[in-house]
């Protein structure tokens, strides 16, 4: 049974940064590609970054940029980093991690969410 367990949520100023982590277990996370979603109240879930199992990244236009949002991983630990920085009040939201099984084209596994909260 696959599970993925979230850690790193908090409070934090505008400005500030916080390191998200996802620790995998149960699948053949090493081929697998992941996922961190967020989702703010009253608003739609949406892909912040993913990371394929070869290391190549994508990221919302909205966390783009040298000083904001780093996604990694780091496979001997079976675990997926976002590294936040920057953070303004509108990243305020639950984060979760998410995995793609290998051949899927949706992810299929979730974690139980982490919250942010960016204080102006």
């Known amino acids: 049974q696959v599970q993925l367990v979230e850690s790193g949520g908090g409070l934090v100023q505008a400005g500030g940064s916080l390191r998200l982590s996802c620790v995998a277990s149960g699948s053949i996370f090493s081929i697998n590609a992941m996922g961190w979603y967020r989702q703010a109240p009253g608003k739609q879930r949406e892909l912040v970054a993913a990371i394929i199992s070869g290391g190549k990244t994508n990221y919302a236009d909205s966390v783009k940029g040298r000083f904001r949002f780093t996604i990694s991983r780091d496979n001997a630990k079976n675990t997926v980093y976002l590294q936040m920085s920057s953070l303004k009040p509108e990243d305020t939201a639950v984060y979760y991690c998410?995995?793609?099984?290998?051949?899927?084209?949706?992810?299929?596994?979730w974690g139980q969410g982490t919250q942010v909260t960016v204080s102006s």
């Open positions: 998410a995995e793609r099984s290998s051949g899927k084209n949706v992810y299929d596994y």
